[in-house]
């Protein structure tokens, strides 16, 4: 049963199970109390506040524990914005940052009537430290940047972005909870956010590390815990288990990432070459050693989820069909690739070559039929080859255009329709795709960029949008 | 090892533990998630829910689960308080609420510049119905009464207030965090907020409930999980085990609160025969099972509670000097009773009757010893007259008058000072204690009112205040 969504919760670790059953006779009592139980809770979570901070790399009185990492970015954001309302209320993020990162700043621009400045990235899924640089502004209160992404994988130049920051005087605050179990997050950050089941760990356990020199102003009713940062009662056995399993992962992180880097090479070589038309997305060399993300033209990502499941293979998708909002992955978007048949793959630790041998026998299997179930265009030889009529479609008339009605229908349909016809408009034709479905947005230009056809760009239409395509090969 | 301190956190259950285990391995993955470890995590967890709506006594969906019960306090009152800020921004409370909701309460009356009434409570530590009904107005958005007291285990009327909430459009949240292991709350409540590790489930689980029809905003950065009123990752493993244990502790709660209910009951009864110089507090018939205050004249709380945690007993204090804030108990306080030498009882599940007389053999030396490192007055015979000298002091003179100057002395040492002296003024005069301890404006009324004497008031001086009492027998 092969489980690859490591990047959305992984497995507990034997270490963590082991810490947190040792820890819960230990650790129940307020740490807060003088008698014997409360001083023995106190001393595991101090000790545990130590161990943290050396993974990290702070000091343990920079290093605060929180109820998860999303609480752990809110209160980061939420405190270290407070304590700079005098300079301003801009917040400077990239626009592949997590949804709790772009949640607390749209909520902060709302509550303070200021604006977030999206720091654009590129195909990869990479910032630009000079676009960083570009964004703030005098009144910039704080800049965040993920270390990588959780979606593609890409690392983000933390280290560089995190000196332009120092230099203008702004705070940088680093979601590192994709990575910080491969190892620490280099740089002069000034803030940065965890989560422990991401790595292993339990649920229920977030790092809020503030550099000293870092103004900080803790928001929320005020409370003594966790040096006034996060109120509530400490969850002392988790907190043991979350960093034992943290040492723990860091031991085998070495090995493992060159293990899992070989694996991910492997999928990300294999995939194009068994099934056709797909796009590898993320930096293939500065990326996550587990991570490789790819989109499948003519299919949704739901219904690739749900045959992988049925073949044993847990796996995530960043395509609109599979999330309640509609909209495909803010991070595909960013990108501007294809997000149709979007899926992700991160492999937790010890993940086992056969594993993946397999999920590549099964893939194009999955693909291919549930590309049939929609009726997309079949390949005829080689993956490369546009799809459509074989032909190069009827000539003469002088660029003739072609509608496409696809109101109505969502992802991967409109983009399947345009395949269809396309072979039908001679080349210098252009066919136009009306679609009120937001993925077509994203994926009708990502389909031409793949076919090397010319997206002429969107016009408004009586209903929805038409997309512009225009054949020319 | 006796732990007496259930209150501050009860020790995990064994149902807690065995839930806890169980579930690690079900329900570790995002319950959002399409694949079948996701689909277990959600079956956990619409169980669990469905279970902790049954103990609550409401819907499922009007049930979500927090990060403890703090969390569940704050995100109630601020997403009640949001949603009725059209009606106003007035917050009642009664004065002896948790610190979590005294805490929110004062961090909404700063952000919005409106106020906070605390209803008074009655020397058991009760608030009445009528004096509820008298503090709401026009612009109260949300009335707060707990079920029981945390600090005195005084059961609170909160089916009557509730009523008068109910007929007056205010809606009524309940800290339900000491009582709920106990039984559900009655009464027509709008939001109810509770803790699992006070009823032995583990840390980091809370529970708020929010009637349908009562408005709610949810406050913070959007999150998706947990009908978008708390953020971040669901503990599912801790969830499970919180409401197993829930489930567990109510199947044990009839019989275990008639079997506390007599252990507490020859506490309260055998201390005052014990130990000299003793107030008893809180209601001694409409209160927790398992709880029991008693303070002691002349002896500090954080001495008291070293000793016994050296006789192997593990009790806590509202005493001023076992706190970081150097004020005593805001609950004693408004009370109007004792708070030096305050030990506060409270019995888990399962404690032994040779656990309690033990208790009761050891307390009266662990007191006696402790004041007499205070060189606190030794009472002569009986432990309910008057200390001090044996006399009736020296006569004659026209109400002379005798000051104390106990500035820079912190609690008990103002009383014990006041006692010293007390009989050598003739009856008639009186004795004005010069301090600056915020105790002392408690205590020394107390111990007037033990001592029938008469209490004069405070009056300013060049340093601390002068409290004034009138020796009348």
Same mark, same amino acid.
């Given at each position: ?90 917040? @400077? !993020?990239? *626009? &592949? ?6 949640? %607390?700043?749209? /909520?902060?621009? $709302? ?127 988790? @907190? !043991?288990? *979350? &960093? ?6 860091? %031991?085998?992180? /070495?090995?493992? $990432? ?216």
């Amino acid at each position: 049963m092969p489980y690859f969504d490591a990047a959305s919760s992984a497995p507990l670790h034997p270490v963590a199970r082991q810490a947190l059953q040792a820890s819960l006779d230990e650790g129940w009592a307020d740490p807060a109390r003088l008698y014997r139980e409360g001083r023995r809770a106190a001393l595991l979570l101090d000790a545990a506040r130590e161990a943290a901070a050396e993974a990290v790399g702070c000091r343990p009185d920079e290093l605060v524990f929180t109820p998860s990492g999303t609480n752990a970015v809110h209160s980061g954001m939420s405190g270290a914005l407070a304590a700079r309302r005098r300079v301003g209320a801009h917040v @400077v !993020v990239s *626009a &592949v940052e997590h949804s709790s990162v772009l949640h %607390a700043a749209e /909520a902060h621009a $709302a509550a303070t009537e200021s604006t977030v400045t999206e720091v654009p990235v590129d195909r990869y899924g990479a910032s630009a430290p000079d676009a960083y640089g570009r964004a703030l502004r005098e009144d910039t209160a704080l800049a965040c940047l993920q270390s990588a992404n959780h979606e593609v994988g890409t690392e983000q130049p933390v280290a560089a972005v995190a000196e332009i920051c120092r230099s203008r005087g702004v705070p940088l605050l680093v979601d590192a909870a994709q990575s910080l179990g491969w190892g620490k997050v280099g740089g002069a950050w000034s803030l940065l956010a965890a989560s422990a089941h991401k790595w292993g760990g339990p649920a229920g356990v977030g790092l809020l590390a503030v550099r000293k020199g870092v103004r900080f102003a803790p928001q929320g009713p005020a409370d003594e815990r966790e040096s006034g940062r996060v109120p509530g009662f400490q969850n002392i056995p988790a @907190v !043991v288990a *979350a &960093v034992a399993s943290l040492r723990a992962v860091r %031991a085998e992180a /070495a090995d493992e $990432a060159v293990r899992l880097r070989a694996l991910v090479d492997r999928i990300r070589a294999r995939v194009p070459e068994l099934v056709p038309d797909v796009e590898v997305v993320g930096d293939p060399e500065h990326r996550l050693p587990h991570l490789v993300t790819f989109s499948c033209l003519y299919v949704d990502g739901e219904a690739l989820l749900h045959e992988l499941d049925r073949a044993d293979f847990s796996v995530s998708s960043g395509s609109s069909c599979t999330s309640s909002t509609l909209t495909p992955s803010h991070v595909l978007r960013a990108m501007g690739v294809l997000s149709e048949g979007n899926v992700r793959i991160s492999l937790p630790l010890g993940t086992a070559e056969a594993e993946v041998d397999r999920f590549l026998e099964v893939l194009p299997g999955v693909v291919s039929g549930a590309r049939e179930r929609l009726g997309a265009p079949v390949p005829v030889s080689a993956p490369d080859e546009t799809s459509g009529s074989g032909g190069p479609g009827p000539s003469g008339g002088s660029a003739p255009s072609l509608v496409v009605d696809a109101l109505g229908r969502r992802c991967p349909i409109p983009v399947i329709e345009l395949a269809k016809v396309f072979g039908e408009v001679p080349v210098g034709g252009t066919v136009s795709v009306l679609s009120d479905d937001e993925a077509a947005r994203l994926d009708i230009p990502a389909w031409c960029e793949m076919r090397g056809q010319e997206y002429l760009g969107e016009q408004p239409a009586d209903h929805g949008v038409a997309y512009v395509v225009r054949r020319v090969s």
